[in-house]
Nanobody
C-alpha cells in the first residue's frame, strides 16, 4: 500500500504560481512512477504530467508544457508540481497518483491516488 497526500492548492489570480506537493508513505516511493492529474466537475480526469522513478524522465500534457514542472525528492518521499503562469483553465482538483510499472497518461494505469487539492485560478 502507498498513501498519498496532496497539499499546496489554493486560490490565485491568472499569471500567479503555485507549487503542489504530494507526500507518500507506505511502500517504497522510489519504485513508482508518479503522475499528476486534474479534474473539473462533469469532466474526465485529465493527465497533467508524470515523472520516472529516478526523476530523469518527465512527460507533460501539451496544455501545460513550458509552464508546469514536475519533480521528486525520493529522500523526502515527495513529488512536486510547480505551476507557473496559471490560467483560469488550469482550475480544478489536482491529484497525484502512483504507478509501479511504467509511466502513463491514462489514469486507469495508476494504482494509488491521493484525495486531491483544489486549485482555483481567477481571471
Amino acid at each position: 500500500q502507498l498513501q498519498l497526500v496532496e497539499s499546496g492548492g489554493g486560490w490565485v489570480q491568472a499569471g500567479d504560481s503555485l507549487r503542489l506537493s504530494c507526500a507518500a508513505s507506505g511502500r517504497s516511493f522510489s519504485s513508482y512512477f508518479m503522475g499528476w492529474f486534474r479534474q473539473t466537475p462533469g469532466k474526465e480526469r485529465e493527465f497533467v504530467a508524470f515523472i520516472s522513478w529516478s526523476g530523469s524522465s518527465t512527460i507533460y500534457a501539451d496544455s501545460v508544457k513550458g509552464r508546469f514542472f514536475i519533480s521528486r525528492d525520493n529522500a523526502k518521499n515527495t513529488v512536486y508540481l510547480q505551476m507557473n503562469s496559471l490560467k483560469p483553465k488550469d482550475t480544478g482538483v489536482y491529484y497525484c497518483a502512483a504507478e509501479s510499472t511504467y509511466g502513463s497518461r491514462r489514469p486507469q494505469a495508476y494504482e494509488y491516488w491521493g484525495q486531491g487539492t483544489q486549485v482555483t485560478v481567477s481571471s
